[in-house]
Nanobody, 126 residues
């Protein structure tokens, strides 16, 4: 599976961006998907995850109510809609695929994920 993230850019605080992650392969619809981010000098951290069907989503506390993860299995794509962006959201955002149909909070753990995209930079100015 290859993952291609896109949609990053420069936005002012309070603005919005939508990230996309396009996946190759016929089994995308069976994978849980996650978004992670890494700010300069910091470790990669969990942002949001969605199970294979889209019926379960999970977010880190700092983005709840502002970010929404969704997927379109017909298009092999997962999205991250980011609203009310803050300067502390500035990071490289990575999408990742977990080769299971698991639904649960451990989707927030990096080690679960088998495939990673190349990342897309989001910069939020104050």
């Amino acid at each position: 599976v290859q993952l291609q993230a896109s949609g990053g850019g420069l936005v002012q605080a309070g603005g919005s961006l939508r990230l996309s992650c396009a996946a190759s392969g016929r089994t995308f619809s069976l994978y849980a998907m996650g978004w992670f981010r890494q700010a300069p000098g910091k470790e990669r951290e969990f942002v949001a995850a969605i199970n294979w069907s889209g019926s379960y989503t999970y977010y880190t506390d700092s983005v709840k109510g502002r970010f929404t993860i969704s997927r379109d299995n017909a298009k092999n794509t997962v999205y991250l809609q980011m609203n009310n962006l803050k300067p502390e959201d500035t990071a490289v955002y990575y999408c990742a695929a977990d080769r299971t149909t698991y639904s649960g909070s451990s989707l927030g753990l990096k080690f679960r994920y088998d495939y990673w995209g190349q990342g897309t930079l989001v910069t939020v100015s104050s």
